[in-house]
Antibody, heavy 123, light 108 residues
């Protein structure tokens, strides 16, 4: 059974960089069948897609966050990571990592999700 | 960029009733890239429907998806107590993934 687990600091100071890692177990990140993505959800609000990565390193970002976001992959560790710079209180949210189906039809939906981790931006 | 608008914002129903949730896109989209998720309090979203009408593994057949063009519907027949949750539609287009704002199905 595939599992995804987010990890990283739960508290980040304003103007600093938020860094999270998603560890994939029960499957390989280096598969041509899947993308890997980050989604966030401010407490009590809806879902916002942050970005998506392929194991080769190709990335796609939400245009509203693009200038501050970097998503990377470490295939040897079966992990992918999120960095969000210059954070403010508006970046306080639950952050989820997820797997996306890349091939076939239908595709481009999130079929497995991590449990999520709350990151609070506060001094 | 495609915007997904879900309605109603909140649906108040009793167990056993039928729920119809709408997801309208700002322009015609491919049903191949339309999915629905369920989220319960304190939990991650769970995939319900992909390709507008295909049920994900383990999803009961009381959940069904339909629609095409710009209008899509998630129907829940005979609401069970565990179905009261928030539901999101999601679309992929031109290297962008977008979510609707969600519909909360609450117990009347």
């Amino acid at each position: 059974q595939l599992q995804l687990q987010e990890s990283g600091p739960g508290l980040v100071k304003p103007s600093e960089t938020l860094s999270l890692t998603c560890t994939v177990s029960g499957g390989t990140i280096s598969s041509s069948t899947y993308f890997w993505g980050w989604i966030r959800q401010p407490p009590g609000k809806g879902l916002e897609w942050i970005g998506t990565i392929y194991y080769s390193g190709s990335t796609y970002y939400n245009s509203s966050l693009k200038s501050r976001v970097t998503i990377s992959v470490d295939a040897s560790e079966n992990q992918f990571s999120l960095r969000l710079s210059s954070v403010t209180a508006a970046d306080t949210a639950f952050y989820y990592c997820a797997r996306l189906i890349k091939t076939g039809a239908p595709r481009y939906y999130f079929d497995y999700w991590g449990q999520g981790t709350l990151v609070t931006v506060s001094s | 960029e495609i915007v997904l608008t879900q309605s109603p914002g909140t649906l108040s129903l009793s167990p056993g009733e039928r729920a119809s949730l709408s997801c309208r896109a700002s322009q015609s989209v491919s049903s191949t890239f339309l999915a629905w998720y369920q989220q319960k309090p304190g939990q991650a979203p769970r995939l319900l429907i992909y390709g507008a009408s295909s049920r994900a593994t383990g999803i009961p057949d009381r959940f069904s998806g339909s629609g095409s063009g710009a209008d899509f519907t998630l129907t829940i027949d005979r609401l069970e107590p565990e179905d009261f949750a928030v539901y999101y539609c999601q679309h992929y287009g031109t290297s962008l993934w977008t979510f609707g704002q969600g519909t909360k199905v609450e117990i009347k």
